[in-house]
Antibody, heavy 126, light 110 residues
Framework: QVQLQESGPGLVKPSETLSLTCTVS????????WSWIRQSPGKGLEWIGF???????NYNPSLKSRVTISVDTSKNQFSLRLNSVTAADTAVYHC????????????????????WGQGTTVTVSS | QSALTQPRSVSGSAGQSVTISCTGT?????????VSWYQHHPGKAPKLIIY???NRPSGVPDRFSGSKSGKTASLTISGLQAEDEADYYC???????????FGGGTRLTV
């Protein structure tokens, strides 16, 4: 069963860049869509964006101007960069895989995340 | 404020059934059959329990079922068990601009 593990600094200063990496183990990053999702304290989940293993991306329009999600297939990793952070970006950040099933026409990617990392807490504070 | 509206909390006794609603608009829940539901025990990884409104991933008990009517999707949990006590989130595809939106979450107390 594929497993995901987030890593990166737990503390980031305001106006700086938040950088996280998700390592995919017991499975390949190729052939799938990968996502970042966050949960701010006391709030619900917020989708940040997707990256396909080829590098193509989709972002939450509310974060698009500050977000970059990239993939490194050689390392079986994908990454999140969020620029110009503020206290509002304090959250638990999860990486996840977009789920898929097999169909006669090939893989069907549904709009749900079937594998998640435990999450990593990032605090924005000086 | 979350894009999709869920009740903040619901409760039920062991063995009973509960239904959690998720209300959106015509550009998300009402526009596509791409609603998913997640179970989240705080401190753990969220777990996918329903995708595409009604489908259960392998390993999810058939006590969990999903449905949709118009702009409202619902998650029903029958035969409640103590371990079902968790936060539940709905999520919907919302077109090529918004793409994915979540509900604010519902705390289930058993």
């Amino acid at each position: 069963q594929v497993q995901l593990q987030e890593s990166g600094p737990g503390l980031v200063k305001p106006s700086e860049t938040l950088s996280l990496t998700c390592t995919v183990s017991d499975g390949s990053i190729s052939g799938y869509y990968w996502s970042w999702i966050r949960q701010s304290p006391g709030k619900g989940l917020e989708w940040i964006g997707f990256v396909y293993y080829t590098g193509s991306t989709n972002y939450n329009p509310s974060l698009k101007s500050r977000v970059t999600i990239s993939v490194d297939t050689s390392k079986n990793q994908f990454s999140l960069r969020l620029n110009s952070v503020t206290a509002a970006d304090t959250a638990v950040y999860h990486c996840a895989r977009r789920g898929s099933t097999s169909s006669p026409d090939g893989a069907y990617f549904y709009y749900g995340m079937d594998v998640w990392g435990q999450g990593t807490t990032v605090t924005v504070s000086s | 404020q979350s894009a999709l509206t869920q009740p903040r909390s619901v409760s039920g006794s062991a063995g009973q059934s509960v239904t959690i609603s998720c209300t959106g608009t015509s550009i998300d829940v009402g526009g596509y059959d791409y609603v998913s539901w997640y179970q989240h025990h705080p401190g753990k990884a969220p777990k996918l329990i329903i995708y595409d409104v009604t489908n259960r991933p392998s390993g999810v008990p058939d006590r969990f079922s999903g449905s949709k009517s118009g702009k409202t999707a619902s998650l029903t949990i029958s035969g409640l068990q103590a371990e079902d006590e968790a936060d539940y989130y709905c999520c919907s595809y919302a077109g090529t601009y918004l793409y994915l939106v979540f509900g604010g979450g519902t705390r289930l107390t058993v």
